[in-house]
């Protein structure tokens, strides 16, 4: 097609269109091609290099950096696909039983995880239900798999912890809380505020207890790790 060329074509709407009385149904359309653009790729070269970033002077700079780079990412996704390898070994290996309101606090926190993200991007709850075409039953049915691992995770992480007898001191928790400060872009004073909270507190000493406790299963497995992964 050219530049101002129409067309029209007939498609079939799929089972999980968002609108559903026009799922699976033959539908008309008409496009026109407002205009052709054509991509055209820069020379890679040194100006280029500096275009990605000024700090580049030359383009064997840029290259040194985007391979350091991808390097470590491998590393890190490497070490997290070790870590969750582990871990699910462990809980394999666990019998663990717990109320079922434990799964379902922990629906109702992915829940809101996601209207989090849905407000973030101006989508209600409702038009994302359509778009996926689910009720809210059915959405909270699909995350329960999910939470249920989540709280079976969590509680053997925890035995472990205490077998091993893994603890967190307040210099590490402030540190811990300090670095979550410094890295605010915005709102820097009421973050501060929420950070300095005894929920704050609670909740940056329990995922650190949970990192020593992942560190030292990795340690039991034969292999070790540094707070940064290395």
């Known amino acids: 097609m050219k530049g101002g060329e129409e067309k029209e074509f007939k498609l079939w709407l799929p089972k999980d269109y968002p609108r559903a009385?026009?799922?699976?149904?033959?539908?008309?359309?008409?496009?026109?091609v407002a205009e052709i653009k054509q991509q055209r790729l820069p020379k890679l070269n040194n100006e280029f290099a500096h275009l990605v970033n000024p700090e580049f002077?030359?383009?064997?700079?840029?290259?040194?950096q985007v391979s350091t780079n991808l390097k470590l990412m491998a590393e890190e996704k490497a070490r997290r696909d070790f870590e969750e390898r582990i871990i699910e070994a462990v809980v394999e290996s666990s019998q663990v039983e717990f109320p079922p309101v434990l799964a379902e606090m922990e629906i109702a926190r992915l829940l809101d995880q996601q209207m989090r993200r849905l407000q973030a991007s101006d989508i209600g709850l409702e038009e994302y239900l359509g778009r996926i075409n689910k009720t809210g039953e059915e959405l909270r049915e699909?995350?329960?798999?999910?939470?249920?691992?989540?709280?079976?995770?969590?509680l053997v992480l925890g035995r472990?912890?205490?077998?091993?007898?893994?603890?967190?001191?307040?210099?590490?928790?402030t540190a811990e809380l300090e670095n979550m400060a410094q890295?605010?872009?915005e709102n820097k004073d009421e973050v501060q505020k929420l950070l300095n909270s005894p929920q704050a507190r609670?909740?940056?000493?329990?995922?650190?207890?949970?990192?020593?406790?992942?560190?030292?299963?990795?340690e039991i497995a034969g292999g070790s790790i540094d707070a940064q992964g290395k």
């Open 183 to 185: 890295s605010a872009t």
């Open 21 to 32: 009385e026009l799922a699976e149904k033959e539908a008309w359309f008409k496009v026109r």
């Open 202 to 218: 609670n909740s940056v000493e329990q995922i650190l207890t949970t990192r020593k406790t992942i560190q030292r299963l990795v």
């Open 57 to 64: 002077k030359t383009l064997a700079s840029l290259r040194k």
């Open 160 to 173: 472990i912890a205490e077998q091993e007898k893994i603890e967190v001191g307040d210099a590490e928790i």
């Open 142 to 154: 699909e995350l329960r798999p999910l939470a249920t691992k989540r709280v079976t995770s969590s």
